[in-house]
T-cell receptor, first 112, second 115 residues
Framework: QKEVEQDPGPLSVPEGAIVSLNCTYS??????FMWYRQYSRKGPELLMY????GNKEDGRFTAQVDKSSKYISLFIRDSQPSDSATYLC????????????FGHGTRLTINP | NAGVMQNPRHLVRRRGQEARLRCSPMKGHSHVYWYRQLPEEGLKFMVY????????ESGMPKERFSAEFPKEGPSILRIQQVVRGDSAAYFC?????????????FGPGTRLTVL
Protein backbone atom coordinates (compact mmCIF):
# COMPACT_ATOMS: atom_id res chain seq x y z
CA GLN A 1 0.00 0.00 0.00
CA LYS A 2 1.33 3.42 -0.95
CA GLU A 3 1.69 5.95 1.85
CA VAL A 4 -0.36 8.47 -0.13
CA GLU A 5 -3.08 7.58 -2.62
CA GLN A 6 -4.53 10.15 -4.97
CA ASP A 7 -7.35 9.88 -7.48
CA PRO A 8 -5.45 9.58 -10.74
CA GLY A 9 -7.94 11.35 -12.99
CA PRO A 10 -7.78 12.71 -15.53
CA LEU A 11 -10.63 14.98 -14.53
CA SER A 12 -12.39 17.21 -17.05
CA VAL A 13 -15.05 19.73 -16.00
CA PRO A 14 -16.73 22.77 -17.55
CA GLU A 15 -15.66 26.27 -16.65
CA GLY A 16 -17.34 27.54 -13.50
CA ALA A 17 -17.80 24.10 -11.94
CA ILE A 18 -16.72 23.21 -8.43
CA VAL A 19 -13.81 20.80 -8.47
CA SER A 20 -13.05 18.33 -5.71
CA LEU A 21 -9.63 16.69 -5.48
CA ASN A 22 -8.81 14.11 -2.84
CA CYS A 23 -6.02 12.09 -1.25
CA THR A 24 -5.92 9.39 1.38
CA TYR A 25 -2.93 8.38 3.41
CA SER A 26 -1.86 5.60 5.73
CA UNK A 27 0.81 7.17 7.94
CA UNK A 28 -0.79 8.60 11.06
CA UNK A 29 2.40 10.57 11.78
CA UNK A 30 1.64 13.04 8.98
CA UNK A 31 0.79 16.42 10.45
CA UNK A 32 1.44 18.87 7.62
CA PHE A 33 -0.57 18.78 4.43
CA MET A 34 -0.02 20.67 1.22
CA TRP A 35 -1.46 21.02 -2.23
CA TYR A 36 0.79 21.90 -5.12
CA ARG A 37 -0.17 22.85 -8.66
CA GLN A 38 2.11 21.82 -11.49
CA TYR A 39 1.73 23.09 -15.01
CA SER A 40 3.15 21.00 -17.81
CA ARG A 41 6.97 20.93 -17.74
CA LYS A 42 7.12 23.34 -14.81
CA GLY A 43 7.99 23.02 -11.13
CA PRO A 44 5.34 22.44 -8.45
CA GLU A 45 3.83 25.64 -7.08
CA LEU A 46 2.54 25.71 -3.52
CA LEU A 47 -1.20 26.39 -3.35
CA MET A 48 -2.32 25.52 0.15
CA TYR A 49 -0.64 24.54 3.41
CA UNK A 50 -2.54 23.12 6.37
CA UNK A 51 -1.44 21.91 9.76
CA UNK A 52 -3.38 19.04 11.36
CA UNK A 53 -7.15 18.80 10.91
CA GLY A 54 -9.49 21.53 9.77
CA ASN A 55 -10.31 23.78 6.86
CA LYS A 56 -8.38 26.58 5.23
CA GLU A 57 -9.67 28.94 2.60
CA ASP A 58 -7.73 31.14 0.19
CA GLY A 59 -9.73 32.83 -2.52
CA ARG A 60 -11.35 30.19 -4.70
CA PHE A 61 -9.44 27.38 -3.00
CA THR A 62 -10.41 25.48 0.15
CA ALA A 63 -8.32 22.76 1.73
CA GLN A 64 -9.81 20.27 4.17
CA VAL A 65 -8.01 17.77 6.37
CA ASP A 66 -9.75 14.96 8.25
CA LYS A 67 -7.07 13.17 10.24
CA SER A 68 -9.52 10.71 11.76
CA SER A 69 -10.28 9.39 8.28
CA LYS A 70 -6.77 10.09 6.90
CA TYR A 71 -8.37 12.03 4.09
CA ILE A 72 -7.60 15.42 2.59
CA SER A 73 -9.39 17.44 -0.05
CA LEU A 74 -8.92 20.50 -2.21
CA PHE A 75 -11.95 22.34 -3.54
CA ILE A 76 -11.76 24.83 -6.37
CA ARG A 77 -14.78 27.13 -6.80
CA ASP A 78 -15.64 28.95 -10.02
CA SER A 79 -13.03 26.94 -11.89
CA GLN A 80 -11.20 28.70 -14.72
CA PRO A 81 -9.36 27.34 -17.78
CA SER A 82 -6.16 28.64 -16.17
CA ASP A 83 -6.71 26.12 -13.36
CA SER A 84 -5.98 23.33 -15.83
CA ALA A 85 -2.90 21.60 -14.41
CA THR A 86 -1.81 18.60 -12.38
CA TYR A 87 -2.60 18.88 -8.69
CA LEU A 88 -0.34 17.11 -6.23
CA CYS A 89 -1.11 16.46 -2.61
CA UNK A 90 1.89 16.26 -0.29
CA UNK A 91 2.37 15.64 3.39
CA UNK A 92 5.07 15.34 5.99
CA UNK A 93 5.63 14.29 9.57
CA UNK A 94 7.11 16.56 12.26
CA UNK A 95 9.91 14.16 13.04
CA UNK A 96 13.03 13.64 11.04
CA UNK A 97 13.88 15.38 7.80
CA UNK A 98 10.30 16.39 7.02
CA UNK A 99 10.62 15.16 3.51
CA UNK A 100 7.45 15.53 1.52
CA UNK A 101 5.56 12.42 0.47
CA PHE A 102 3.54 13.13 -2.66
CA GLY A 103 0.49 11.63 -4.23
CA HIS A 104 0.71 10.61 -7.85
CA GLY A 105 -1.13 13.75 -8.98
CA THR A 106 -4.51 14.40 -10.61
CA ARG A 107 -4.56 15.95 -14.06
CA LEU A 108 -7.37 18.51 -14.25
CA THR A 109 -8.76 20.14 -17.38
CA ILE A 110 -11.24 23.01 -17.22
CA ASN A 111 -13.14 23.34 -20.48
CA PRO A 112 -14.22 26.84 -21.60
CA ASN B 1 13.27 37.84 -4.06
CA ALA B 2 14.37 35.33 -6.64
CA GLY B 3 12.94 31.86 -6.36
CA VAL B 4 14.77 28.58 -6.37
CA MET B 5 17.05 28.41 -9.38
CA GLN B 6 18.09 25.26 -11.15
CA ASN B 7 20.42 24.77 -14.07
CA PRO B 8 20.63 23.51 -16.61
CA ARG B 9 16.92 23.32 -17.41
CA HIS B 10 17.53 20.57 -19.93
CA LEU B 11 20.43 18.15 -20.00
CA VAL B 12 21.16 15.44 -22.53
CA ARG B 13 23.71 12.77 -21.78
CA ARG B 14 24.76 9.53 -23.41
CA ARG B 15 24.83 6.34 -21.40
CA GLY B 16 27.93 6.18 -19.23
CA GLN B 17 28.46 9.94 -18.99
CA GLU B 18 28.14 12.04 -15.85
CA ALA B 19 25.31 14.45 -15.13
CA ARG B 20 25.65 17.42 -12.77
CA LEU B 21 22.54 19.26 -11.70
CA ARG B 22 22.75 22.55 -9.80
CA CYS B 23 20.36 24.19 -7.39
CA SER B 24 20.55 27.62 -5.80
CA PRO B 25 18.02 27.93 -2.96
CA MET B 26 15.93 30.98 -2.29
CA LYS B 27 17.73 33.78 -0.48
CA GLY B 28 17.78 33.08 3.23
CA HIS B 29 17.05 29.37 2.80
CA SER B 30 19.62 26.95 4.14
CA HIS B 31 17.75 23.69 3.65
CA VAL B 32 17.72 21.95 0.29
CA TYR B 33 15.74 18.91 -0.84
CA TRP B 34 16.07 17.00 -4.11
CA TYR B 35 13.17 15.10 -5.66
CA ARG B 36 12.87 13.02 -8.82
CA GLN B 37 9.81 12.76 -11.03
CA LEU B 38 9.90 9.81 -13.37
CA PRO B 39 7.60 9.82 -16.41
CA GLU B 40 4.00 9.20 -15.37
CA GLU B 41 4.97 9.01 -11.69
CA GLY B 42 4.75 11.33 -8.74
CA LEU B 43 7.57 13.18 -7.07
CA LYS B 44 9.87 11.04 -4.95
CA PHE B 45 12.18 12.33 -2.25
CA MET B 46 15.87 11.70 -2.82
CA VAL B 47 18.00 13.65 -0.35
CA TYR B 48 17.90 16.47 2.21
CA UNK B 49 20.92 18.66 2.82
CA UNK B 50 21.94 21.60 4.93
CA UNK B 51 25.12 23.56 4.33
CA UNK B 52 28.02 21.07 4.29
CA UNK B 53 25.85 18.27 5.70
CA UNK B 54 23.74 15.47 4.27
CA UNK B 55 20.86 15.04 6.70
CA UNK B 56 18.78 12.33 5.04
CA GLU B 57 19.70 10.43 1.89
CA SER B 58 17.22 7.61 2.34
CA GLY B 59 15.73 8.18 -1.11
CA MET B 60 18.99 8.14 -3.02
CA PRO B 61 19.86 5.12 -5.14
CA LYS B 62 22.73 3.26 -3.50
CA GLU B 63 25.09 3.60 -6.42
CA ARG B 64 26.09 6.33 -8.87
CA PHE B 65 24.16 9.13 -7.16
CA SER B 66 25.64 11.71 -4.80
CA ALA B 67 24.73 15.15 -3.53
CA GLU B 68 26.46 18.01 -1.82
CA PHE B 69 25.67 21.48 -0.54
CA PRO B 70 28.97 23.28 0.04
CA LYS B 71 29.48 26.27 2.29
CA GLU B 72 29.69 28.47 -0.78
CA GLY B 73 27.84 27.88 -4.01
CA PRO B 74 24.87 25.84 -5.14
CA SER B 75 23.82 22.37 -4.17
CA ILE B 76 24.92 19.73 -6.68
CA LEU B 77 23.24 16.45 -7.54
CA ARG B 78 25.70 14.23 -9.37
CA ILE B 79 24.83 11.12 -11.33
CA GLN B 80 27.73 9.04 -12.55
CA GLN B 81 27.59 6.61 -15.47
CA VAL B 82 24.04 7.53 -16.36
CA VAL B 83 21.63 4.92 -17.69
CA ARG B 84 18.39 5.36 -19.61
CA GLY B 85 16.38 4.78 -16.45
CA ASP B 86 17.85 7.99 -15.00
CA SER B 87 15.85 10.02 -17.54
CA ALA B 88 13.51 12.10 -15.43
CA ALA B 89 12.78 15.58 -14.13
CA TYR B 90 14.85 16.46 -11.08
CA PHE B 91 13.47 19.13 -8.79
CA CYS B 92 15.14 21.01 -6.03
CA UNK B 93 13.22 22.61 -3.17
CA UNK B 94 14.36 24.88 -0.38
CA UNK B 95 13.07 26.02 2.99
CA UNK B 96 14.40 28.49 5.55
CA UNK B 97 14.37 26.12 8.50
CA UNK B 98 13.61 22.52 9.27
CA UNK B 99 10.22 22.58 10.80
CA UNK B 100 6.65 21.91 9.94
CA UNK B 101 5.85 25.60 9.71
CA UNK B 102 8.28 26.07 6.85
CA UNK B 103 7.16 24.47 3.69
CA UNK B 104 9.25 23.80 0.64
CA UNK B 105 9.43 25.94 -2.47
CA PHE B 106 10.35 24.23 -5.70
CA GLY B 107 12.55 25.24 -8.58
CA PRO B 108 11.64 24.77 -12.25
CA GLY B 109 13.48 21.47 -12.49
CA THR B 110 16.17 19.95 -14.68
CA ARG B 111 14.96 17.53 -17.31
CA LEU B 112 17.57 14.87 -17.89
CA THR B 113 17.45 12.79 -21.03
CA VAL B 114 19.81 9.85 -21.38
CA LEU B 115 20.34 8.63 -24.92
Amino acid sequence: QKEVEQDPGPLSVPEGAIVSLNCTYSNSAFQYFMWYRQYSRKGPELLMYTYSSGNKEDGRFTAQVDKSSKYISLFIRDSQPSDSATYLCAMSAPQGAQKLVFGHGTRLTINP
Amino acid sequence: NAGVMQNPRHLVRRRGQEARLRCSPMKGHSHVYWYRQLPEEGLKFMVYLQKENIIDESGMPKERFSAEFPKEGPSILRIQQVVRGDSAAYFCASSPRQGGTDTQYFGPGTRLTVL
